[in-house]
């Protein structure tokens, strides 16, 4: 009776498993990085949503501030100027501006036009090309909300924020809500027509919600509660509240993040390539 042997199959050392590990890990890190500079050439190509988010902010801002009676001082706001309320309005603005109208027809017309099916066959994951969108809209949020502060400041002597580290917490919070917020419209719409119109139709209302008709601190009680469970509701109260020397409320904090986590996780969701 013969034994037969079984071919010792040859494991690999573990320097080479963990060399193949590094390499993987280096590949993808390397196609985000590379989606990120394509993606930041041809936002620099696009003035058109350049200007709406950079300049338009400030430009409402100096049109609002040019109004005699806006920059009078007001026992009705607590002797504040409306001027003063509409500084962190325009930046708000930015923030609306670029998470439901400028970033989500970008992705569907990547969408539309099968260049994410053509990328679905690379390194390239979903999660880097949402990543690299709202790291983008997110720096011209950055720009916008320091030419509006600088502009109040020098064009019409509004204060700075006395709290700065709140207020770039509570900033940071709505502006990834909202980025968060314009990727899911992006993921569940499948064409751009389409996501154009469901942006137009949540951009309009979070104006209300930002305070841009109606100052959140002016709105009568139950209007404003309930405007401040939205995100751009609650970043309004924040941002007037480290305008102030104060510290955010956690409450405020705490809606934004919620919103962000929860529209982030639905955006990776649903984001599909086709």
């Known amino acids: ?64 501030g040019a109004i005699p009676s806006n920059r009078e001082h007001s026992t009705d ?27 989500p027809p970008v992705l569907t017309g990547y969408r539309e036009r099968g260049i994410l099916r053509r990328m679905s066959t690379t390194p390239i994951r979903p999660g880097s090309l949402i ?31 006395r709290h700065l580290v709140g207020y770039g917490v509570a900033l940071a919070l ?6 968060a917020l314009g990727a899911t419209v992006s993921a569940v719409c499948r064409t751009t027509k389409i996501t154009q119109a469901v942006g137009s139709a949540v951009f309009f209302p979070a104006m209300f919600t930002a305070g841009v008709w109606m100052p959140v601190a002016t709105m009568p009680d139950l209007l404003r509660h309930l405007v401040t469970l939205t995100p751009p509701g609650a970043a309004a109260r924040a941002l007037d509240a480290t305008a102030a020397g104060q510290w955010p409320s956690w409450t405020h904090l705490g809606i934004m993040a919620l919103w962000a986590v929860l529209l ?10 086709e």
């Not at 706001?77 to 970033?103: E, H, K, N, W």
């Open 77 to 103: 706001l607590g002797g504040l100027r409306v001027v003063d309320l509409y500084v962190p309005i325009a930046v708000l603005l930015a923030v609306l501006t670029a998470g439901l109208q400028t970033m």
């Open 264 to 273: 982030i996780a639905a955006a990776r969701r649903w984001f599909t390539w």
């Open 174 to 179: 709505v502006t990834l809500a909202t980025l």
């Open 1 to 64: 009776m013969t034994t037969r042997t079984r071919p010792r199959t040859r494991a690999l050392p573990l320097s080479r498993t963990r060399t193949r590990t590094r390499t993987r890990t280096t590949s993808v890190k390397g196609s985000a990085t590379a989606v990120l500079k394509t993606e930041t050439r041809l936002l620099l190509r696009e003035p058109a949503a350049l200007f709406w988010v950079l300049a338009f902010p400030t430009l409402l801002l100096c049109i609002l």
């Open 131 to 161: 990543g690299a969108q709202i790291a983008l809209h997110g720096a011209a949020v950055a720009l916008s909300s320091l030419l509006a502060l600088a502009v109040g400041r020098i064009v019409f002597d509004v204060a700075l924020p």
